[in-house]
């Protein structure tokens, strides 16, 4: 992304659910703590908060929907 960002964190959530559908498409698996590789980390990290938000009722209606949308069962 390049310019102004009026709202960085939708961006960024967005950004992280497209690396996310990318990463599913391509390895056919949930990322993993253990990886070696620090980007999938990262990654398993921001699913790991997503499933948090959703247990606590807190996350929002738009991001659960596009969650359920990707190949496997997120949350």
């Known amino acids: 992304m390049t310019g102004f960002s009026w709202d960085p964190h939708r961006d960024s959530w967005h950004l992280?659910?497209?690396?996310?559908?990318?990463?599913?498409?391509?390895?056919?698996?949930?990322?993993?703590?253990?990886?070696?590789d620090p980007s999938e980390r990262e990654?398993?990290?921001?699913?790991?908060?997503?499933?948090?938000?959703?247990?606590?009722?807190?996350?929002?209606?738009?991001r659960l929907a596009a969650l359920q949308q990707l190949p496997f069962r997120i949350i």
């Open 43 to 62: 990654l398993a990290a921001w699913v790991h908060k997503q499933r948090h938000l959703y247990r606590r009722g807190q996350l929002l209606p738009e």
């Open 16 to 36: 992280n659910w497209t690396l996310l559908r990318d990463f599913l498409e391509r390895e056919h698996r949930l990322p993993r703590y253990r990886a070696n």
